[in-house]
């Protein structure tokens, strides 16, 4: 199949964001919104036609590309580049055992225009070269590495007109191996992978099935796998679990409060929701979790009891399978 590329248009009706098929491969020297028919930036559009809070992100004239001559650098997908501060691991005595930092997946930093290099998959690999440093530091400083990846999902509903399933599982194996070169080597027993679909306040009726590409993301050389499960789109989908065999030494962390609804989840339902997952998974292979990110979604106060009755739901739910 030819490669997708950006055009980063919305239809609110059906919350879905579209990319356009390309033609075909890049010739050398020529940008992929070259080959989009209409508009190809965020600017081009209608105010409010693009998905809020994202549009300064996906403008090209700020975007930087990776390169390798610079490892001191990191290369953030805003186009900034900033120097590398080295993460450090501060424990406060008898509150946490370890600490977590966030990083990004190739396949999502090489949203970013390519401007560069002569394709897109090029381009994906180009990242995973300059990511792996980035991961490799926050490792060595004795912190679990959290890759947060929405593109794996979320890509299926920006493509305009809808492949098939066939290509697009092809399309995301590429990101998906760009992945485990940059992980290579490392300690990904404290890797965790993040999967969501976009988090954004919409209706999500065009999300892709987890069934779909559950076994892509167990793909990954991870030790955990984070998921929303709390969510009124994607909660039925623990069942999944009954038909997937979770690899030896591998755990999840499905979300059981939400980002979604500024209803503070019960905690006998978050109990529940754990208790499910144990049920398929075991006991000992679950870890209690948000669908996503709170900040910045919900009001700190309402994110803040959300995290406590997770506390309560999990205290519970261990009492009885334990």
Same mark, same amino acid.
């Given at each position: 199949? /030819? $490669? $997708?590329?950006p055009a980063r248009q919305r239809t609110l009706a059906h919350g879905r964001r579209h990319l356009h098929a390309g033609a075909g491969p890049l010739?050398?020297?020529?940008?992929?919104?070259? @080959?989009?028919?209409?508009?190809?930036?965020l600017d081009d559009l209608p105010r409010g036609l693009h998905r809020p809070g994202v549009g300064h992100r996906y403008r090209q004239e700020r975007?930087?590309?990776?390169?390798?001559?610079?490892?001191?650098?990191?290369?953030?997908?805003?186009?900034? #580049?900033?120097?590398?501060?080295?993460?450090?691991?501060r424990r406060r005595s008898g509150r946490c055992r370890e600490r977590l930092h966030h990083g990004a997946l190739p396949g999502s930093a090489a949203?970013?225009?390519?401007?560069?290099?002569?394709?897109?998959?090029?381009?994906?690999?180009?990242?995973?070269?300059?990511?792996? =440093? =980035?991961?490799?530091?926050?490792?060595?400083?004795?912190?679990?590495?959290?890759?947060?990846?929405? +593109?794996?999902?979320?890509?299926?509903? @920006?493509?305009?007109?809808?492949? +098939?399933? =066939?290509?697009?599982?092809?399309?995301?194996?590429?990101?998906? =191996?760009?992945?485990?070169?940059?992980?290579?080597?490392?300690?990904?027993?404290?890797?965790?992978?993040?999967?969501?679909? &976009? +988090?954004?306040? &919409?209706?999500? #009726? #065009?999300?892709?099935?987890?069934?779909?590409?559950?076994?892509?993301?167990?793909?990954?050389?991870?030790?955990?796998? +984070?998921?929303?499960?709390?969510?009124?789109?994607?909660?039925?989908?623990?069942?999944?679990? @009954?038909?997937?065999?979770?690899?030896?030494? %591998?755990?999840?962390?499905?979300?059981?409060?939400?980002?979604? #609804?500024? *209803?503070?989840?019960?905690?006998?339902?978050?109990?529940?929701?754990?208790?499910?997952?144990?049920?398929?998974?075991?006991?000992?292979? *679950?870890?209690?979790?948000?669908?996503? &990110?709170? &900040?910045?979604?919900?009001?700190? @106060?309402?994110?803040?009891?959300?995290?406590?009755?997770?506390?309560? /739901?999990?205290?519970?739910?261990?009492? %009885?399978?334990?």
């Amino acid at each position: 199949m /030819g $490669l $997708l590329v950006p055009a980063r248009q919305r239809t609110l009706a059906h919350g879905r964001r579209h990319l356009h098929a390309g033609a075909g491969p890049l010739e050398p020297g020529q940008r992929a919104a070259d @080959q989009l028919p209409g508009p190809s930036r965020l600017d081009d559009l209608p105010r409010g036609l693009h998905r809020p809070g994202v549009g300064h992100r996906y403008r090209q004239e700020r975007h930087r590309l990776p390169h390798h001559d610079r490892p001191d650098r990191l290369h953030r997908a805003r186009g900034r #580049t900033h120097r590398r501060r080295q993460p450090q691991a501060r424990r406060r005595s008898g509150r946490c055992r370890e600490r977590l930092h966030h990083g990004a997946l190739p396949g999502s930093a090489a949203r970013v225009a390519n401007e560069y290099y002569a394709t897109d998959e090029e381009h994906i690999w180009a990242w995973a070269d300059a990511l792996r =440093e =980035e991961y490799r530091i926050i490792l060595d400083a004795g912190l679990v590495l959290q890759i947060d990846d929405p +593109s794996i999902a979320e890509n299926w509903d @920006q493509i305009n007109p809808e492949p +098939s399933l =066939e290509d697009y599982r092809a399309f995301t194996r590429i990101r998906v =191996e760009a992945l485990n070169h940059a992980l290579e080597g490392l300690d990904t027993s404290r890797v965790r992978f993040h999967l969501c679909w &976009g +988090s954004w306040h &919409g209706p999500h #009726t #065009t999300d892709i099935e987890l069934r779909h590409i559950v076994d892509l993301m167990l793909d990954i050389d991870a030790g955990a796998y +984070s998921f929303e499960a709390a969510n009124a789109r994607h909660e039925h989908e623990w069942t999944v679990w @009954q038909d997937v065999t979770l690899p030896d030494g %591998k755990v999840i962390v499905p979300g059981v409060v939400g980002h979604a #609804t500024n *209803v503070v989840e019960h905690p006998d339902l978050v109990a529940q929701r754990i208790e499910r997952f144990a049920s398929v998974v075991g006991r000992e292979r *679950v870890i209690a979790g948000t669908d996503c &990110g709170l &900040g910045g979604r919900i009001h700190p @106060q309402i994110a803040a009891a959300k995290l406590e009755s997770l506390g309560e /739901g999990a205290r519970r739910a261990s009492a %009885k399978l334990f």
